[in-house]
């Protein structure tokens, strides 16, 4: 008799995946990353696009980085961001395929 338990994930990657999920579901967090998107931007880049405050914009790239959702650099006094890999960049783009209706018409109805 097969083990069913080997077609699923270790407990500790579905905590892991649920926590960076969570840390995505934030509205500001998803902006955050929205405006990123393919980009290393800098935290007054970030705070510029998004038009809230840069203490406020830093906290949430802090645990966004801290899920690994994200990754940074230095540069002299800036920090630039970016998001991690390209299979996160798939998947935010998935999300907001699936998630987010660019058009002006109900979804549910055809035109």
């Given at each position: 008799?097969?083990?069913?338990?080997?077609?699923?994930?270790?407990?500790e990657d579905?905590?892991?995946?649920?926590?960076?999920?969570?840390?995505?579901?934030?509205?500001?967090?998803?902006?955050?990353?929205?405006?990123?998107?393919?980009?290393?931007?800098?935290?007054?880049?970030?705070?510029e696009?998004?038009?809230?405050?840069?203490?406020?914009?830093?906290?949430?790239?802090?645990?966004?980085?801290?899920?690994?959702?994200?990754?940074?650099?230095?540069?002299?006094?800036?920090?630039?961001?970016?998001v991690?890999?390209?299979?996160?960049?798939?998947?935010?783009?998935?999300?907001?395929?699936?998630?987010?209706?660019?058009?002006?018409?109900?979804?549910?109805?055809?035109?």
């Open positions: 008799m097969e083990d069913s338990r080997t077609d699923q994930a270790p407990e579905i905590t892991l995946t649920a926590e960076a999920l969570k840390a995505m579901g934030h509205p500001l967090r998803w902006k955050i990353l929205c405006t990123l998107g393919n980009k290393e931007m800098s935290v007054g880049e970030i705070v696009k998004i038009g809230t405050s840069q203490s406020n914009v830093s906290q949430h790239l802090d645990q966004l980085r801290n899920k690994n959702i994200v990754k940074s650099r230095r540069d002299a006094n800036r920090i630039y961001y970016c991690r890999n390209e299979e996160l960049l798939t998947l935010i783009g998935t999300m907001r395929g699936v998630l987010c209706h660019t058009n002006l018409g109900d979804p549910y109805t055809s035109e």
